[in-house]
């Protein structure tokens, strides 16, 4: 099964940090640009960052622009999303995606999420 993993949720005080791993099972990602996704009970799913497939260009949402950095090490098979400063509001399920290319709509393959939460 085509798949990928994510990792290194958990629970964290607000300020503090975490760092998210997105690694693929049954194929190779130096083909696909990764996003990263979350999303809250009740909430819409949200678009965070995407990283193109040599990892040369990036983008972020508002949301977490400055707080966050998503990076990839073709050679491990894994994209990265570092998550510094920490709020509350930034405690979802967070899932990573594959596609061709950032911004498409449509994704061929998605992890089954890591739960991240931030509380004091």
């Known amino acids: 099964q085509l798949q990928l993993v994510e990792s290194g949720g958990g629970l964290v005080q607000p300020g503090g940090s975490l760092r998210l791993s997105c690694a693929a099972s049954?194929?190779?990602?130096?083909?696909?640009?990764i996003g990263w996704f979350r999303q809250a009970p009740g909430k819409e799913r949200e678009g965070i960052s995407c990283i193109s497939t040599s990892g040369g260009s990036t983008n972020y949402a508002d949301s977490v622009k400055g707080r966050f950095t998503i990076s990839r090490d073709n050679a491990k098979n894994t994209v990265y999303l570092q998550m510094n400063s920490l709020k509350p509001e930034d405690t979802a399920v967070y899932y990573c995606a594959a596609q061709t290319l950032c911004g498409s709509n449509w994704y061929d393959y998605w992890g089954q999420g890591t739960q991240v939460t931030v509380s004091s």
């Open positions: 049954g194929f190779t990602l130096d083909a696909y640009a």
